[in-house]
């Protein structure tokens, strides 16, 4: 795992934007996998403004949304859909069409997730994923104790996301408690993974994923194994790490490399 910090949530929404940059100018027709929630909000907002100031296109890419809530139409304030229309898709010039969030009112839900994970086959398997993480160590709505070899479905959330996603519904309003989301193997399959956490909430999951055991219990400790991930957080998330300065460390030598022997790696203008 790379673990990059930075000093707050600004710097890794721009750090992330040049991730999501590089991917697009090298493979334009690339399958990004999305995440809703509060943390990729600044990162969406700085790739609209590089579509604007900057000519970044998404107009040969395609996505794939990690879950929704079921029972949401996908014109609710709330549903993962509409959030992702608000918050980037209607700003950028990706194809409405190629792009993808659970259906949340499908007919028989349970026939839902194979049909997701058929379409991203057919597209080729997710280049670049995007995740946020739970307080409880959760990445999509797999929950812990969700099967690290899980496939896309049915998830019953827990409590303590229902506490902590029930900010963004309005006191009274029924609240659904059950998602569909992306399983843990598919979220696995992507090239490459960027996880984003800022906030000391986030601290304890954040050390459990990169430094604890690898454990359904904390469901995004099973990155460990994924060949290419990085986790990119602000100092609060990293203030329970065991080994920061070794993380800073191996990013100064990195950027170094990546700076002589792969330059394409770099955004551009860098
Ligand atoms: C949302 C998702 C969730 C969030 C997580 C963190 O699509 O997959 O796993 O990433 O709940 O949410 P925030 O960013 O609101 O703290």
Redesign the pocket.
């Known amino acids: 795992m790379e673990v990059l910090i930075l000093p707050h949530h600004d710097a890794t929404a721009v750090r992330a934007a040049d991730i999501v940059e590089v991917q697009l100018r090298q493979k334009p027709s690339c399958t990004l996998g999305l ?6 909000i600044a990162l969406y907002n700085e790739l609209i403004r590089r579509h604007r100031s900057n000519g970044l296109s998404f107009s040969q890419a395609a996505s794939f ?3 929704e809530y079921i029972g949401l139409d996908p014109t609710h304030p709330q549903s ?1 859909r509409r959030f992702m229309n608000d918050k980037l898709f209607d700003h950028i010039d990706i194809p409405i069409t190629a792009t993808h969030v659970p259906n949340g009112l499908a007919e028989n839900p349970l026939e839902e997730g194979p049909a997701y994970e058929a379409k991203i086959r057919e597209a080729g398997g997710i280049d670049l994923q995007i ?4 307080s409880d160590g ?4 797999n929950e812990p104790t969700s099967s690290l070899g899980s496939r896309t479905r049915i998830k019953t959330l827990t409590e303590q ?1 229902i506490t ?1 996603n029930s900010r963004f519904f309005e006191a009274g309003e029924a609240q659904p408690h059950l998602a569909i989301t992306m399983g843990i193997k598919t979220i696995m399959e992507s090239k490459r993974i960027l996880l984003l956490a800022t906030g000391e909430g986030k601290a304890e999951a954040i050390a459990a994923t990169v430094e604890g055991a690898i454990t359904a219990m904390c469901p995004a400790s099973i990155l460990q194994w994924h060949e290419k991930t990085t986790i990119l957080i602000d100092e609060a998330a990293a203030s329970k790490l065991q080994k920061r300065d070794y993380y800073q460390w191996v990013s100064t030598q990195q950027d170094a490399l990546v700076r002589k022997y792969r330059p394409s790696d770099l955004p551009e203008g860098l």
């Open positions: 995440a809703t929630g509060s943390t990729p949304n990690l879950d993962y995740l946020g993480i739970g959760h990445i999509g709505f996301t902590d």
